[in-house]
T-cell receptor, first 113, second 113 residues
Framework: GQQLNQSPQSMFIQEGEDVSMNCTSSSIFNTWLWYKQDPGEGPVLLIA???AGELTSNGRLTAQFGITRKDSFLNISASIPSDVGIYFC?????????????WGLGTSLAVNP | DTAVSQTPKYLVTQMGNDKSIKCEQN?????MYWYKQDSKKFLKIMFS???????INETVPNRFSPKSPDKAHLNLHINSLELGDSAVYFCASSQEVAGNTQYFGPGTRLTVL
């Protein structure tokens, strides 16, 4: 099935560092979403983006919906140990009755205290 | 109160057996989903139901049969389990049919021996 290109695949950083990850697609999306999955849990929505160019923050997290509608990035500032987990981007296509979410392969983040 | 709950949390069984996983959501959502997360953490949608009606049915072996007795419940029955069925299965729900804000359950880790 269709997938998003999400990078990097994994990151290992020191506490306090800033983190950036992104997702790209060959097709246009109507919506971009960023989810976080803690170890042993299900994914939880962090940020939802609905308009091209939109920049949205949630605490130390900032995400942007690319102007071309084919990409999005997520930044985490001043990382802390509880930021550990897998971050997934997901996009929703522009049309069709069955507009299921298309998921990236995830970015695994490890934070060294 | 748990929004989306799944039972069991862990399921270990022999090849060839039949097993069921149950899911319930108390959010009043109309749409529920089943996802499979493999060892590489890729999230793959399997099924989606809206108000007890099947709306998404990805290319899943017909050994997998979802059942929705009411819109708050979506169960997954698996016949003749195979080694490749080992994965974490997540139930999710959303308010709308093409809902992008999906709420996930804690997952069921299925191990087939």
């Amino acid at each position: 099935g269709q997938q998003l290109n999400q990078s990097p695949q994994s990151m290992f950083i020191q506490e306090g560092e800033d983190v950036s990850m992104n997702c790209t697609s060959s097709s246009i999306f109507n919506t971009w979403l960023w989810y976080k999955q803690d170890p042993g849990e299900g994914p939880v929505l962090l940020i939802a983006l609905y308009k091209a160019g939109e920049l949205t923050s949630n605490g130390r997290l900032t995400a942007q919906f690319g102007i071309t509608r084919k990409d999005s990035f997520l930044n985490i500032s001043a990382s802390i140990p509880s930021d550990v987990g897998i971050y997934f981007c997901a996009g929703q296509p522009n049309a069709g009755n069955n507009r299921k979410l298309i998921w990236g392969l995830g970015t695994s983040l490890a934070v060294n205290p | 109160d748990t929004a989306v709950s799944q039972t069991p949390k862990y399921l270990v069984t022999q090849m060839g057996n039949d097993k069921s996983i149950k899911c319930e959501q108390n959010l009043g959502h109309d749409t529920m989903y089943w996802y499979k997360q493999d060892s590489k953490k890729f999230l793959k949608i399997m099924f989606s139901y809206n108000n007890k009606e099947l709306i998404i049915n990805e290319t899943v072996p017909n050994r997998f049969s979802p059942k929705s007795p009411d819109k708050a419940h979506l169960n997954l029955h698996i016949n003749s389990l195979e080694l490749g069925d080992s994965a974490v299965y997540f139930c999710a729900s959303s308010q709308e049919v093409a809902g992008n804000t999906q709420y996930f359950g804690p997952g069921t880790r299925l191990t087939v021996l």
